[in-house]
């Protein structure tokens, strides 16, 4: 070796023996090497080591101090990359083993020759600097890899162990100091459902040349899932076999070495480029690419469906639904794309067969990357059937159903720009409310499919009366509204409601029924009686009412006394509810007694109303609030419990069998259910049905065929049944004959008089004859003198109730009767 002192390869020698040591530093420095010392301990030579980083150390294993050659080798920092060469005379494998683990770079056994010493020096120096360029390929290699984010690993195949880098275990989710494991642990971490084919992979990488490219998914320690990619490859030769395991069984010294990448975003962008895909091909919305002057460059299936223009047709042109808009339209879409970047809005357009269409469209401008636009996409919704759908539900929420007259929230509306147009061009307004007289019979009689076609017929006279500017709605049960615009004067309302009520006086022909109908009419005017929507409709509805009072088959003007008088039957009607709630009310017991003896033989409850203020008020401050306000319905129950609980508590307390009458409403009686409550009550009280008389008034005789059902169920419990006011209202032969009859009361209104006025006698006298021919028993009430009392008796009455006798008390008043012997009051 040649050079100058400063270019030759340092050496330190470390020996114990003085004579080797010269020695060897002669041979040395003849070689052309530069020796930095000759140190004679492993402590002197780590610190000349540490003092002058020599090139190469010649390390006699055996030397001087507490550390051996190897020991101190061990000790020099791996870093520092300082060869060494193991110089001994002895080979023992135990040293030599030793001596292994500090990856020396040669030995030479004592005593060796000068070429074995130079020849041995220039290997070790060869092999630092091959490592040293290794290290620095692999640094750049490393930079690389972080750069493409990918890992390395490599698999002894012998061992089935597995090395990574750290950013291939960062990849795969393992610690970074984790650097090695096995094959079958990291196959653990591969999902279940991929496991095979990797195992298959590198099993073909195995015993080939050929790279394996493979993508699957790893399960992470957190139990996330992502997908990786790695390349394999087997180095340096193929190795024969039919599986991976049998090439890790067959002890071959080739590695499989590859790089594994993290490509989850990466799937997860082609997944959505896939889902992108499809639904460009599959949606039947209808998707456009434009360019920016937006004439179309392509076009999906669902457009071509939804318009009928092929992708030939379409391409190279302006969208046919946009370019046939309006200039403005497509002025103020260019002027949001341009300002916003995107449209979106609804336009009516035609299918190419020419159907119409009702489309949603939107617009985005697609900047290139540069931030100019590039083109334009448009997404078309087809929404015709849903606007069809809207229109139909608009129309249901508008019109009624059966009559297809605009119902109560169209007639609203209408009503209020019906106002609207009165004040600007100051008119009158006539607003009718027509209620049909009697319907519920109708529906009650003939059927609910009867009562809808009379509805429907209604509608259609209404509407064939009136004029063509002229609104006609349906309120809903048996109310039509009317509204009349720009009529001049009240007189013109009033003629229009003559006119319905002759239209409908006319027989209505539904087969095998002709039905003669009347209604009753309320009238208010704008701006007379109101001047917003609400005041009009409240004003014709209580004239409405005043009709129906005044006898039906009639009109009614609104006035402000009916609001006084509807304002104070709804105060006294919440009076009562409240009374009826605080149980306020109380029957009070009239006696009714035998003419013959004067024996008390039954009690007629009378309600009574225990008001906080007013005292102690009758029946006539309760039944007609009850009845026109349906509260009837529930006083009546609460009567017929509270008659029969007391009735049958008498009984209890050891009083005479008394018969208990209680009047039941017309709209409770056919309600229908009347027997079963009755019923139902009997059996909660435990009073005998025989012991129940329920009176019904004349005019409930005329409610037909459900009458006589309830009547005929309530007779086969044993129920009696009664005709009170006898003589006051309508009611014919024919009725009392098919009825259950056992029992007619005369009205006091024809007692009253006895025995002094001829025609009360006439009638008290036709009513007991028929009575008695009929077989029916007769009481009179309202007897207050000894001369009607003798009258009633000599013309064969056989019962009676009055002033005369008792008059009406409280619960325990009756008993008291019974109990002082007052009972039984003189006939004469």
Not at 76 to 84: C, M, Q
Not at 379 to 397: E, F, Y
Not at 710 to 717: F, G, W, Y
Request: charged share 25%; glycine share 6%; proline share 4%.
């Amino acid at each position: 070796m040649s050079g100058a002192q400063e270019q030759a390869t340092s050496v330190l020698i470390v020996e114990d023996e003085r004579i080797i040591g010269f020695n060897l530093r002669l041979q040395l420095v003849a070689l052309g090497y530069r020796v930095t010392a000759v140190a004679a301990s492993g402590d002197q030579a780590l610190k000349r080591i540490h003092e002058q980083r020599p090139d190469v150390v010649l390390m006699d294993i055996h030397i001087d101090g507490d550390m051996d050659g190897i020991d101190t080798a061990a000790r020099i920092p791996d870093d520092w990359r300082i060869p060494v060469i193991y110089l001994t005379a002895y080979a023992e494998q135990s040293t030599l083993d030793r001596a292994k683990t500090t990856r020396p770079f040669g030995y030479l056994l004592k005593p060796f020759s000068e070429r074995e010493l130079h020849a041995t020096i220039q290997m070790a120096l060869e092999r630092r600097r091959v490592e040293e360029a290794l290290r620095e390929s692999e640094k750049r290699l490393s930079l690389a890899l972080d750069a493409a984010d990918m890992g390395c690993w490599e698999l002894e195949l012998p061992t089935r162990r597995m090395v990574r880098n750290i950013r291939a275990n960062s990849i795969l989710g393992l610690p970074p100091e984790e650097v090695a494991g096995s094959w079958d642990a990291f196959l653990n971490r591969i999902h279940e459902e991929d496991r095979h084919a990797v195992d298959r992979a590198f099993s073909q990488a195995g015993f080939t040349d050929q790279a394996q490219v493979l993508a699957f998914r790893s399960v992470l320690t957190n139990g996330t899932v992502r997908w990786l990619k790695t390349r394999a490859k087997r180095f340096p030769s193929p190795t024969n076999g039919a599986a991976f395991g049998d090439v890790l069984a067959a002890g071959d010294e080739a590695k499989v070495v590859g790089v594994v990448q993290d490509i989850t975003e990466q799937r997860a962008v082609e997944d959505e480029l896939r889902k992108a895909a499809t639904v460009f091909e599959t949606t039947h919305d209808g998707i456009l690419i434009l360019d920016v002057d937006m004439t179309v460059l392509a076009v999906n299936p669902g457009y071509c469906a939804m318009t009928g223009y092929t992708l030939a047709q379409s391409r190279g042109r302006p969208v046919p639904m946009v370019s046939a808009q309006s200039a403005d339209f497509s002025a103020s879409v260019e002027r949001a794309l341009r300002r916003e970047g995107h449209w979106r809005g609804e336009i009516a357009a035609n299918h190419r067969d020419g159907h119409p269409l009702a489309l949603t469209v939107e617009i985005a401008a697609v900047k290139d990357a540069n931030g100019l636009f590039a083109h334009h996409v448009m997404v078309i919704t087809d929404i015709t059937a849903i606007r069809q759908t809207q229109r139909k539900l608009q129309h249901l929420a508008h019109y009624d159903h059966l009559t297809n007259l605009p119902n109560r929230l169209l007639a609203a509306e209408r009503l209020e720009q019906a106002i609207h147009g009165a004040m600007a061009r100051q008119q009158r307004i006539g607003l009718l409310f027509v209620d049909i007289d009697h319907f519920k019979t109708v529906n009650d009689t003939l059927g609910h499919g009867v009562g809808d076609q009379l509805l429907c017929a209604v509608a259609q006279r209404l509407r064939d009366t009136l004029r063509p500017d002229d609104t006609v709605a349906r309120l809903g049960g048996d109310e039509f509204m009317v509204i009349l615009e720009g009529i001049d004067r009240p007189e013109t309302a009033a003629g229009m409601a003559e006119k319905i009520l002759a239209a409908l006086a006319v027989p209505i022909t539904l087969e095998p029924h002709e039905l003669a109908m009347s209604a009753s009419i309320g009238i208010s005017l704008f701006p007379e009686n109101g001047r917003t929507r609400d005041d009009l409709i409240r004003a014709a509805d209580t004239a409405m009412y005043a009709a129906k009072d005044l006898g039906r088959q009639g009109y009614a003007f609104y006035t402000p006394q009916m609001t006084i008088d509807a304002v104070a039957f709804m105060t006294s009607l919440s009076d009562l509810r409240r009374g009826l709630e605080r149980g306020e009310l109380v029957l009070h017991y009239q006696p009714q007694v035998t003419l013959d003896t004067g024996a008390v033989v039954g009690v007629e409850a009378l309600i009574r109303w225990q008001h906080p203020d007013r005292g102690l008020l009758g029946a006539y401050d309760v039944i007609p609030i009850a009845e026109q306000s349906g509260l009837i319905i529930e006083i009546g129950t609460w009567v017929l419990r509270q008659a029969c609980r007391q009735a049958q508590a008498w009984r209890d307390a050891g009083l005479p069998a008394l018969r208990i009458a209680v009047n039941v409403s017309a709209r409770q009686f056919s309600s229908g259910n009347l027997p079963l409550l009755v019923s139902s009550i009997l059996q909660d009280t435990g009073l005998p049905a025989e012991a129940l008389e329920i009176e019904i008034t004349e005019s409930t005789l005329q409610s037909g065929y459900r009458t006589i059902k309830v009547a005929e169920e309530l007779q086969q419990m044993g129920i009696v049944l009664a005709i009170d006011d006898f003589g006051t209202g309508y009611s014919s032969l024919g009725s009392l004959k098919a009825l259950p009859i056992t029992r007619l009361k005369i009205d006091a209104c024809f007692i009253r008089e006895l025995p002094d006025n001829d025609d009360d006698k006439a009638i008290c006298d036709a009513i007991i004859a028929m009575a008695q021919r009929l077989r029916l028993e007769v009481i009179a009430e309202g007897v207050e003198t000894p001369a009607q009392r003798a009258f009633l008796r000599e013309r064969g009455c056989s019962e009676a109730q009055g002033y005369l006798f008792h008059r009406p008390m409280p619960a325990d008043a009756i008993a008291a009767l019974f109990i002082d012997g007052d009972h039984r009051r003189a006939t004469e």
